[in-house]
């Protein structure tokens, strides 16, 4: 793979962090769309958006670290080298939803509507995200004896050198794109606020966790999980708390 996309002068533009911002601006600009489609303030969801990028990109190199720490602190240096790949998306996603829920409620704005049309946005910008993981060689998977196994060459690589190794890069990124494709066929159909961010979640979790299995960078583990699939499990179980809820709230009782 290429984890340098550009080299000028002994300047180095990074494939990840290129792929990231483009993640970044197909979410905002599919959500924005969605938005101006919920009759919601276009302007004021662009406004939170830059805070909401800030804090992603904060919140997902802040679990990584705490994941980490005892490389961390043996390295501080290392913490704002954000070109080596070090993004957990779950931190991302926990801390632009803690923003977001911030400024919403600071602007009046509707919640769950918001979050319904970010939830169309999430899956594609993950989908660009992990295609700059595959470049970069970060979240690479186990050996593999596939056709379809990818081997980094690139001394600049994340990944190990000279193996076949399960794209597993790649089969988020793909999950992701049929999450943005399900959850845009299907957007008429979730009338209840919120039931599309929930069901996004449940999606995600699921990918996730079934992923993890053919992942073999080092990762935190709780006892014979990774600390992906612990927060996967407790997302899933919020999200189908909410859906459940929500269901039940919506049904009138028959006198």
Request: a positive charge.
């Amino acid at each position: 793979m290429h984890p340098v996309l550009l080299e000028v002068g002994g300047a180095r533009i990074y494939s990840y962090g290129v792929l990231v911002a483009i993640g970044f601006l197909a979410a905002i600009r599919v959500a924005g769309r969605e938005i101006s489609w919920k009759g919601l303030d276009r302007e004021t969801f662009h406004e939170m958006a830059f805070w909401v990028v800030i804090s992603a990109i904060a919140g997902a190199r802040l679990f990584h670290v705490l994941v980490y720490h005892g490389y961390y602190l043996r390295a501080p240096s290392e913490i704002v080298k954000l070109w080596n790949g070090g993004l957990v998306f779950y931190g991302g996603l926990l801390a632009a939803t803690a923003a977001s829920v911030v400024f919403l409620r600071r602007r009046r704005m509707p919640i769950l509507p918001v979050t319904d049309a970010a939830a169309l946005g999430i899956p594609l910008g993950l989908a660009f995200g992990r295609i700059g993981c595959t470049l970069a060689g970060c979240c690479y998977g186990k050996p593999a004896d596939l056709p379809w196994a990818i081997v980094f060459t690139d001394p600049s690589s994340l990944a190990p050198l000279h193996v076949s190794l399960h794209p597993t890069q790649l089969y988020e990124s793909l999950a992701s794109f049929a999450m943005f494709a399900f959850l845009y066929a299907a957007r008429k159909r979730f009338r209840t606020p919120g039931m599309r961010f929930w069901t996004m979640l449940v999606l995600y979790g699921v990918v996730r966790s079934f992923l993890e299995i053919f992942r073999d960078d080092p990762r935190g583990f709780v006892g014979a999980f990774s600390e992906s699939q612990v927060v996967s499990a407790l997302l899933i179980g919020y999200a189908a708390i909410s859906i459940l809820r929500a269901r039940s709230l919506s049904v009138v009782p028959v006198n």
